[in-house]
């Protein structure tokens, strides 16, 4: 917050500072973490191996099955499905692991179906953060079972779904809040998305973007420890980085310019074509008359017959994100590819079977970029299908900076920032100004859930409350007894729920409303006695002009009251009343901030 704000929120400018209390300014800060979060920066150390650990056996678990699937051999080796001596018997590959699937969420758990992060985000809302043992263990094996027989998806929704529950189990053992549980979650998952591609910064992004639901320090710091422990593990274990490598670029210009940003704008379209397509085949396999454990065969049998096609759809496919990188798919290829694995994807996903996402969007938005590359501006062989790759990824996610910086790690190439920034920009513009939710958001909005992924900060922590307190306060007197105040209340004149009660002085004794003096009558109080006298056996919740709000609404949470005395520090005599409505009137500002349009500056 600048100073400009500060003065604006009301806090006290240098020259004005005796007219505030010294403790009050002292007490203020830009953030409020404390010591702890060094604490749980230590435990994202082993959160983090843990990740890795996941996310290494469940690259060579996917490599095993698909080997064995395919080939009938016991090895981790990168084979190409292609030349598989199966032939048109490889269609029933992806429903025998399909079936299998089906008949692990059925007796295992239902939390391993889809692509992971919607349950991940679920978990951490609604969940306490909480994932379990069965979890970390049949996800990342249904997800090695699903993807070796040819699934089209990816294995960093599996990964970080895994690492996510090895962050909560961790968590679980040990005295934390639901926020450092949440935190130590993000971390697992953070580390277990580099682990796989080797993209530290886009890992930390995509928990601020998608996962954390707040920027904080005390959530951020764990979860930067996690992608750092996990990239340099990633280091140890002589993982390739970046993982695709890319050089080249293109030249600034207007025309350039303009081509980065129009890239965005299909890839954006392309984006909600993806998310209506996977949640339509959902919906169709909703209808069957037929137990949900065995739609992952039918999603199974469209990937076995989209496999004879064209093999190069099947699994994780990051051989076609190299290809495409190195400029070697030409358009045809690119179109039957795009066609082929968006079918097969959306109807294996909407079958409910267990995959990531993110991989597939690479490699369908790099299909379309190849596409769309005859007709854009001469640039280096791949830079076109790389725009496209992150620009739909950032708009079927709604994580632009994810997307952007995803794809800097991946190729080691920062020469490409700029029109990054600008294509995955537009694509963003596209849905979201096109589309309620994302693919992400749409599967827990289905289960009844509403997600706000706009973060601002609360306004509660920049009003005082001076800005909000009414100032012309009706009161009463500590002579009051209690039959004037029955008959008071009772009276159709009487214009407020409340009343704050002083002495002769002018000094708070407290707050009288109509629960209290049913209250005390319930109690049997004599009706001759003075409130002031009643209210000497109850507890003084007050507040002061320059306190802000947040401290006065938990203030009055904790004291279960609706109304707050507001006292002046100097004579701590009454300087005002806030009420529940005054709270809220904080949002009809911020309402009016976005609503009204006003011009401040004429011209003639």
């Known amino acids: 917050m600048t100073s400009t704000d500060r003065l604006a929120s009301g806090a006290t400018a240098p020259g004005d500072r005796a007219a505030r209390p010294s403790s009050s300014i002292e007490e203020l800060g830009d953030f409020t973490t404390d010591w702890r979060v060094l604490l749980v920066c230590a435990m994202a150390v082993p959160v983090a191996t843990g990740g890795v650990a996941a996310g290494w056996i469940l690259l060579r678990l996917i490599q095993l099955v698909?080997?064995?699937?395919?080939?009938?051999?016991?090895?981790?080796?990168?084979?190409?499905?292609a030349h598989s001596p199966l032939g048109v018997a490889a269609i029933l590959v992806p429903v025998v692991g399909s079936i299998i699937v089906g008949l692990m969420a059925r007796f295992g758990t239902e939390k391993i179906r889809g692509h992971g992060i919607p349950e991940a985000i679920e978990a951490i809302l609604l969940g306490r953060s909480r994932l379990d043992?069965?979890?970390?263990?049949?996800?990342?094996?249904s997800?090695?079972?699903a993807i070796g027989t040819g699934g089209p998806f990816g294995a960093e929704g599996p990964i970080i779904m895994t690492g996510g529950a090895i962050g909560s189990l961790f968590a679980q053992i040990f005295p934390v809040s639901d926020s450092e549980r949440k935190t130590l979650l993000v971390a697992g998952a953070a580390a277990g998305m580099t682990m796989v591609f080797g993209t530290p910064i886009a890992a930390v992004l995509l928990a601020v973007e998608l996962l954390l639901f707040e920027w904080t320090p005390r959530s951020f710091l764990p979860v930067a420890v996690a992608a750092i422990i996990a990239e340099t593990e990633r280091y140890w274990l002589g993982m390739p980085s970046p993982l695709f490598p890319f050089h080249g670029g293109m030249d600034v210009s207007l025309l350039g310019l303009g081509s980065w940003f129009a890239v965005g704008i299909p890839a954006g379209l392309l984006s909600g074509l993806l998310t209506i397509l996977v949640y339509r085949c959902e919906d169709s396999f909703l209808k069957l008359p037929i137990h949900w454990m065995w739609w992952p065969a039918l999603g199974g049998l469209a990937v076995g017959i989209g496999g004879l096609i064209e093999p190069a759809a099947l699994g994780v496919g990051y051989s076609n994100i190299a290809h495409m990188l190195e400029g070697h798919v030409l358009p045809a290829a690119a179109l039957l590819l795009l066609v082929?694995?968006?079918?097969?994807?959306?109807?294996?996903?909407?079958?409910g079977t267990s995959g990531g996402v993110l991989a597939p969007?690479?490699?369908?938005?790099?299909?379309?970029?190849?596409?769309?590359?005859?007709?854009?501006?001469?640039?280096?062989?791949?830079?076109?299908?790389?725009l496209a790759m992150a620009a739909t990824m950032g708009g079927t996610m709604r994580s632009p900076l994810t997307a952007i910086f995803f794809a800097t790690e991946i190729t080691g190439n920062s020469h490409v920032l700029l029109p990054l920034i600008a294509a995955c920009s537009a694509a963003h513009a596209v849905t979201v100004l096109l589309m309620k939710r994302s693919i992400l958001t749409e599967k827990v909005a289905r289960r009844g859930h509403h997600l706000v992924r706009e973060y601002r900060v609360d306004l509660f922590v920049l009003t005082r409350v001076e800005e909000v307190m009414?100032?012309?306060?009706?009161?009463?007197?500590e002579s009051m007894t209690l039959a004037e105040a029955m008959a008071h209340f009772a009276d159709p004149n009487t214009r407020h729920p409340s009343f704050p009660v002083v002495d002769a002085e002018g000094r708070v004794l407290g707050v009288v409303d109509p629960p209290?003096?049913?209250?005390?009558?319930r109690l049997d109080r004599e009706s001759g006695e003075t409130v002031g006298h009643l209210l000497a056996a109850q507890p003084k919740v007050v507040g002061y002009p320059d306190e802000f709000l947040e401290a006065i609404a938990d203030r009055m949470m904790e004291a279960n009251v609706a109304h707050l005395p507001i006292l002046s520090r100097e004579d701590e005599k009454l300087a005002g009343y806030v009420?529940?409505?005054?709270?809220?009137?904080?949002?009809?500002?911020?309402?009016?901030e976005e609503k009204q349009r006003v011009i401040l500056v004429r011209t003639r």
């Open 579 to 592: 009420g529940w409505k005054d709270l809220l009137r904080v949002r009809a500002k911020l309402r009016a």
């Open 361 to 386: 969007l690479l490699i369908m938005g790099g299909a379309m970029g190849a596409l769309a590359q005859v007709v854009l501006p001469a640039a280096s062989p791949g830079f076109w299908p790389l």
């Open 470 to 477: 009414a100032k012309q306060v009706e009161t009463l007197p």
């Open 66 to 81: 698909t080997n064995l699937a395919y080939f009938g051999k016991w090895s981790v080796a990168s084979l190409d499905l």
């Open 143 to 145: 997800s090695a079972i």
């Open 133 to 141: 043992v069965k979890v970390a263990i049949l996800k990342p094996l």
């Open 340 to 351: 082929v694995k968006a079918l097969i994807w959306a109807i294996a996903l909407g079958s």
């Open 516 to 521: 209290t003096v049913l209250g005390w009558r």
